[in-house]
Structures are given as structure tokens and as C-alpha cells.
């Protein structure tokens, strides 16, 4: 069995605890998150039927689908969204899903392997770089990253100025 490591003590910031191995940019992450997320695309490509949605696991997806009867196009940044699967379960909610110009922050090995599912999508981009919010942004997304983030308060107060 490998050991086991777990961070012992209270740090200010992330960056402040031990650095284990290759985390989000290691081989086995990078393989069993696109194997996860291109599984759920083959059975959302595969599947007319949306009544098994998955409304519990995240709001966004009711949201976007609210402010879809708003707006003409829906804008949303996904801070640390992974290989794309919460823009899949947007997608399989919505009746048109072309509405939404969706962008993911993250890593360069996730953003290449995301842009390898998505190659054949225009409305999701994957970024390695916080954009500059020229484009209005209906949402910003934060699901599980706020723990990466050491300025998070200053990055909320800066983009939400322009997410309006």
C-alpha cells in the first residue's frame, strides 16, 4: 500500500503546503479525468432523454438556464472546470446549447487534453491564463478551486466589477 500523505498544519495559503507529486498535472489524473469526462459525453451524445440530469451535484446548470430566457448568449468562466463536464451537463439541459460561450481556466496538460474532446466544438475554449474580461461574463464559476486561489477577495472584487 502507498503512503498516504495528508498536509499537517494551518497554512495562509496553498502554495504554503508540501507539494506532493504532479497532482492535477499528473499522467493518472490527466487519463482518468478525460476517460470520465469522454464517457459522460458518449452517453450524453447517445441519449435523447434528459430526465437523468444531474441538477444536485451543481447549481450552474439552473442557472444558466434561467438567464438563457434572458439573454441572447450566456458567458460563463469556469475557474479550475477540469476537462470540460460541467459544460457537458450544461449542455445536455439546455434545448439550445449553441447560447453558451463557455471558457475553462486551468492547467496546460488539462487544457490540452479538454481541447482534444472538445476539438469539434466552437463554444468552449480552454485557457491557461486568467482572461482580461474585455467580453462581458454572465458567470464566473468557482466550484472547488478556491483553496488554489491566494488572492481569492481581491480576484472576487476586481472581475465582479466586470462580470456586470
Known amino acids: 500500500m502507498r503512503n498516504f500523505n495528508i498536509w499537517n498544519g494551518i497554512y495562509k495559503t496553498f502554495s504554503e503546503a508540501e507539494n506532493v507529486g504532479n497532482a492535477f498535472a499528473s499522467k493518472r489524473y490527466l487519463d482518468d479525468t478525460y476517460l470520465q469526462t469522454k464517457s459522460f459525453l458518449n ?29 441572447k448568449e450566456i458567458s460563463v468562466l469556469d475557474f479550475g472546470g477540469g476537462m470540460g463536464i460541467s459544460y457537458a451537463k450544461i449542455c445536455r439541459t439546455l434545448t439550445k446549447s449553441e447560447k453558451i460561450k463557455y471558457m475553462i481556466l486551468e492547467n496546460k496538460n488539462v487544457c490540452e487534453y479538454g481541447r482534444s474532446l472538445f476539438k469539434t466544438n466552437k463554444n468552449i475554449n480552454f485557457v ?18 478556491f483553496q488554489y486561489i ?15
Open 43 to 71: 452517453e450524453f451524445n447517445n441519449c435523447d432523454d434528459i430526465s437523468n440530469n444531474f441538477f444536485n451535484e451543481s447549481p450552474l446548470s439552473i442557472i444558466v438556464a434561467i438567464l438563457s430566457t434572458k439573454f
Open 128 to 145: 491557461e491564463r486568467l482572461p482580461s474580461f474585455k467580453d462581458k461574463k454572465h458567470i464566473l464559476f468557482i466550484s472547488s478551486a
Open 150 to 164: 491566494d488572492n481569492w477577495k481581491e480576484l472576487i472584487d476586481r472581475k465582479s466589477t466586470r462580470l456586470n
